[in-house]
């Protein structure tokens, strides 16, 4: 059993900083892709940003210059620096991983989500 928790979520101001933490517990063996994904009131979930193994990222066009993701492999976790959020960015966010453990390769896990809201 593989467990994702989320943490670092909150309100903001427009224009300021969060940086949320995801770190993945359990049975595992490796983690492959890690990522972020949000999801609006109304709308679908959509991809923030991912990061391979060895480090290559991938952001969506909306946060480019704006968010940074980071993995530490030795701490099976991974971050999101937000910068200059914007009230569009309100969401719920969710990590996401694939795990490989002694009985299952690459298996896709969610953590519980995390709040975060831009408002003056």
């Known amino acids: 059993q593989v467990q994702l928790a989320e943490s670092g979520g909150g309100l903001v101001q427009p224009g300021g900083s969060l940086r949320l933490s995801c770190a993945a517990s359990g049975s595992i063996f490796a983690i492959n892709d890690m990522g972020w994904y949000r999801q609006a009131p109304g709308k679908q979930r959509e991809l923030v940003a991912g990061?391979?193994?060895?480090?290559?990222?991938n952001y969506a066009d909306s946060v480019k210059g704006r968010f940074s993701i980071s993995r530490d492999n030795a701490k099976n976790s991974v971050y999101l620096q937000m910068n200059s959020l914007k009230p569009e960015d309100t969401a719920v966010y969710y990590c996401d991983a694939d795990v490989t453990t002694l009985t299952s390769f690459n298996r896709d896990y969610w953590g519980q989500g995390t709040q975060v809201t831009v408002s003056s």
């Open positions: 990061i391979t193994r060895g480090g290559n990222t």
